[in-house]
Structures are given as structure tokens and as C-alpha cells.
């Protein structure tokens, strides 16, 4: 742990009063969330203002949100801190208001969100707040048997709370519910010949029909093709299925129903630990079948608003790179805004990911050690000064008066930038997230 961390935002601002804002009864409501501590303001006319307020995250809509920063940045922090105060607001039975799911947690970090904050991080909790684990649920993709056959054991940290030796539960992909394009997409279309790319779509439709499909059924459905297909063909086809039949990808007894999760109040993330060791593109079918799956959910009103944190987005959305979940995540981004369907991206700089993440987004929030041309760049790509040149002048200005572990949270569309100091999480954190 860093006790830097504790001095700089316990004794220097987390002593101020809140006065009259903080004691308010509601402190999370329907599109306006509490995250932290106004210190600074520049907007308008790059007039300065200092504050002495909470800093509310506001939206009646859908949104688009870019967090940028450096390994040990301090980025998983944030997220926690929004994503358990997004939680905090509730619907009249009681549930979550918003339904909060984790598709690509690296690092396998967020299961320890079900146990409460630290007892030496809660005086940086608002008035009245207290520790409060969440309803999350983590899943291992069973295709990452392949590396790692058992699932993962619990952090030292978390060990003196539980009596579970994992807190991870595998999750398979129905192959039965998978549309046409996912379901080829495992095969590597690039590699099939046109015969085998209509074999494929025959396949698919005759795996819908059957009842309780197991991926052991696959040979089968291909012997039942029609004659007109050569008995060759049908070999080399099941060739193809072979890897991915040994690929576990596709377990009956752990299918899962993700919405039925999620409308029980719980929090989802997917463990995706080791998934660069993956040349097949399992790990972005993945993402491709449960992001499609939670947009149906929304436009038959299944599901209320849904926020989705897409941490490492760069790895999945590439700015040189076109994987499979690309294209899927950028027309969702687009498209499924109407839907109520939020995305929170994640990465490690600007260089990497696609353009297109940098443009939909609205609000950008930076950590104070970014660099100055990064932020001067953004700065001046938004119009909040007139020329490039400017905009670096302001960020080294603005710089000056961010302190270690503070933000910066650029609006885009109001042209101002703000100066945080995020409260803590309500849930637990590993000591790896501090600094």
C-alpha cells in the first residue's frame, strides 16, 4: 500500500467540509452520480474558477467515456469508484438501476468487488458512505483450459474472506445461440473455401433445431448435410471442427444465462487472463456472442440501462488491426446508444486504439502523470484552445495545479476541464490498484 496516497487525499482535501451538498439524503439518483472532489475548473473562455464541491457525473443518455492512463495509473480505482456508486442507485424492488458488466477483465481483478473496502481506505469514503461489497459474478471462458486448466485461486488479500478456493465459474458459449457470422467466425473464414463456407451456414442452421445441443453433436449435423455434398468435403469440414470441438469452447453444463444474472442484480465480469496467448479468435467471439446478446436483451426490454467497462479496449479495438469483435463494438457504440447501452473504454494511450473511440466519446478522464503533449493534444482536438500551440501552454499550466492522484475529466462537448479527487470505492481493492 501506498501511504503516500493516504496523505495526499486524506489530510489535504478529504477534511473539508461538504456542507449542505454532501448531506443531501440522495447522494446517487438516476443519471447524476457523485465520484469525488471538485478541485479546479477551466471553461469559458479559459476563465479559471475554484470550487469546493462533489464532482456528479451527469447524463440522461447513454454514453461514451475514454479513461486513459499508464499501468499503475491508478484507472481500475476510478472504475471501482463509478461502477459501485453506479450500482447505489436503485430501482423501486430494490435492484440496481443499472446493470454493470466487466467483458474483458485482464487481470482477473473485479471478483473482489463482492467483499467491502478496506478499513484503511474508508475515511476517504463520503460523509455517511460505508464499505459495501457488490453482487458480481466472475466467469472463466472454459477455452482458456488450454493454459490454464484449473481456475484461478483467490489473491492472498482475499483468502482471509472466504471459504471459496476460487470465486471464478467457468462459462461456455452456446453454439446453438451464436449468430451465423460468430459461428463462422470460429472457423477462420479466411481459410474456408466457398463450399465449405455454405457447408457452414447449412450447419448452423441445423444446430439451431436441435434440442439440448452438445458440441460432441457437430459430426453428426455434418453427416446429416445433403448428399450433394461430396463425403470428402464433409471430412475435411469436421477437420476443421476438430480444434474447436478439443477446444472446450463450448461446454453444456456450463452454459449460463446472462441475463437472468443481471436481472437478479448482479454484476458480470469475464476473467480474459492470458487471452493474448490465443491465435485463435475465441476470445473476441466471446466478446462478440455476450455483447450481442445483452443488446437484445435491451431492445426487447429485458434488461435496464447497461454500462459496459471495456478495459485494455485497445487490444480489442486496434487502430492498425481489424479483429472480429472490432467491427462488432464500434456499430454497437454507435447503434445501440438509442438502446440505453453505455461503454466505458479503457487504454493505456491514443496511439493504439481506434480513432473512432476518441471521437464517440464525450467525457475523457486522464490521470495527472499523463504527459503534457497527450494532454494538450486533446486540449486542442476539442477546440478548448484555438490552435495546438495553445493547447500545450494550458496543459502545462493545468498540470502544475494537479497533485499525485488526481484527474483530469475533460467534457468534450462543454469545452471544460475539470481537476478530481476521486473518493474511494465501496468495495475491495488490491493493493496493485493503489498506485
Known amino acids: 500500500m501506498d501511504k503516500r496516497l493516504i496523505d495526499t487525499i486524506g489530510n489535504s482535501y478529504f477534511k473539508k467540509s461538504f456542507q449542505e451538498e454532501e448531506n443531501k439524503e440522495v447522494k446517487y439518483r438516476k443519471g447524476k452520480v457523485a465520484i469525488g472532489?471538485?478541485?479546479?475548473?477551466?471553461?469559458?473562455?479559459?476563465?479559471?474558477?475554484l470550487t469546493d464541491s462533489i464532482?456528479?457525473?451527469?447524463?440522461?443518455?447513454?454514453?461514451?467515456?475514454?479513461?486513459?492512463?499508464?499501468?499503475?495509473?491508478?484507472?481500475?480505482?476510478?472504475?471501482?469508484?463509478?461502477?459501485?456508486?453506479?450500482?447505489?442507485?436503485?430501482?423501486?424492488?430494490?435492484?440496481?438501476?443499472?446493470?454493470?458488466?466487466?467483458?474483458?477483465?485482464?487481470?482477473?481483478?473485479?471478483?473482489?468487488?463482492?467483499?467491502?473496502?478496506?478499513?484503511?481506505?474508508?475515511?476517504?469514503?463520503?460523509?455517511?458512505?460505508?464499505?459495501?461489497?457488490?453482487?458480481?459474478?466472475?466467469?472463466?471462458?472454459?477455452?482458456?483450459?488450454?493454459?490454464?486448466?484449473?481456475?484461478?485461486?483467490?489473491?492472498?488479500?482475499?483468502k482471509r474472506y472466504t471459504k471459496h478456493k476460487h470465486l471464478n465459474y467457468w462459462y461456455s458459449i452456446n453454439l446453438s445461440k451464436m449468430s451465423q457470422k460468430d459461428f463462422i467466425m470460429l472457423l477462420n473464414p479466411k481459410r474456408l473455401s466457398e463450399i465449405h463456407k455454405t457447408m457452414a451456414e447449412l450447419l448452423h442452421n441445423r444446430i439451431k433445431k436441435i434440442k439440448d445441443f452438445k458440441q460432441e453433436d457437430i459430426n453428426d449435423a455434418i453427416d446429416s448435410l445433403p448428399e450433394t455434398f461430396p463425403s470428402n468435403a464433409k471430412q475435411s469440414l469436421k477437420d476443421?471442427?476438430?480444434?474447436?470441438?478439443?477446444?472446450?469452447?463450448?461446454?453444456?453444463?456450463?452454459?449460463?444465462?446472462?441475463?437472468?444474472?443481471?436481472?437478479?442484480?448482479?454484476?458480470?465480469?469475464?476473467?480474459?487472463?492470458?487471452?493474448?496467448?490465443?491465435?485463435?479468435?475465441?476470445?473476441?467471439?466471446?466478446?462478440?456472442?455476450?455483447?450481442?446478446e445483452i443488446a437484445l436483451a435491451r431492445k426487447t426490454k429485458q434488461l435496464n440501462p447497461v454500462f459496459i467497462l471495456l478495459d485494455e479496449s485497445a487490444r480489442?479495438?486496434?487502430?492498425?488491426?481489424?479483429?472480429?469483435?472490432?467491427?462488432?463494438?464500434?456499430?454497437?457504440?454507435?447503434?445501440?446508444?438509442?438502446?440505453?447501452?453505455?461503454?466505458?473504454?479503457?487504454?493505456?494511450?491514443?496511439?493504439?486504439?481506434?480513432?473512432?473511440?476518441?471521437?464517440?466519446s464525450s467525457l475523457y478522464f486522464i490521470p495527472q502523470n499523463i504527459d503534457a503533449k497527450t494532454l494538450g493534444h486533446l486540449i486542442s482536438l476539442f477546440g478548448i484552445t484555438a490552435t495546438p500551440q495553445a493547447g500545450r501552454i494550458m496543459a502545462n499550466r493545468i498540470k502544475k495545479r494537479a497533485k499525485e492522484h488526481e484527474w483530469f475529466v475533460i467534457n468534450k462537448e462543454k469545452k471544460i476541464i475539470s481537476i478530481i479527487k476521486p473518493f474511494a470505492p465501496l468495495s475491495h481493492q488490491l493493493d496493485s490498484e493503489m498506485t
Not at 78 to 90: C, G, M, Q
Not at 256 to 266: A, P, Y
Request: aromatic residues 14%; contains cysteine.
Open 37 to 49: 472532489y471538485l478541485k479546479y475548473q477551466i471553461g469559458g473562455n479559459n476563465q479559471t474558477q
Open 316 to 360: 480489442f479495438l486496434p487502430k492498425d488491426r481489424n479483429p472480429s469483435c472490432k467491427l462488432t463494438i464500434l456499430e454497437s457504440s454507435q447503434i445501440d446508444r438509442r438502446e440505453g447501452i453505455s461503454y466505458l473504454f479503457v487504454a493505456q494511450s491514443l496511439d493504439n486504439i481506434a480513432p473512432q473511440v476518441i471521437s464517440d
Open 55 to 158: 464532482f456528479y457525473l451527469e447524463f440522461t443518455d447513454a454514453v461514451r467515456w475514454l479513461f486513459l492512463g499508464m499501468p499503475n495509473s491508478g484507472k481500475t480505482w476510478l472504475l471501482r469508484v463509478i461502477a459501485d456508486r453506479l450500482n447505489k442507485v436503485k430501482k423501486k424492488d430494490g435492484n440496481p438501476f443499472y446493470h454493470i458488466i466487466f467483458p474483458s477483465d485482464i487481470k482477473n481483478e473485479f471478483y473482489t468487488s463482492r467483499f467491502p473496502l478496506q478499513k484503511q481506505y474508508q475515511k476517504f469514503l463520503m460523509k455517511d458512505e460505508k464499505p459495501e461489497g457488490m453482487k458480481i459474478i466472475t466467469f472463466r471462458p472454459t477455452f482458456f483450459k488450454s493454459v490454464e486448466e484449473k481456475l484461478p485461486v483467490l489473491d492472498r488479500a482475499i
Open 240 to 292: 476443421k471442427f476438430l480444434p474447436l470441438i478439443e477446444s472446450n469452447i463450448s461446454e453444456t453444463k456450463y452454459y449460463r444465462n446472462l441475463i437472468s444474472l443481471l436481472r437478479q442484480g448482479n454484476q458480470i465480469s469475464f476473467n480474459m487472463r492470458f487471452f493474448e496467448k490465443f491465435t485463435s479468435p475465441y476470445p473476441e467471439t466471446l466478446l462478440n456472442v455476450v455483447l450481442g
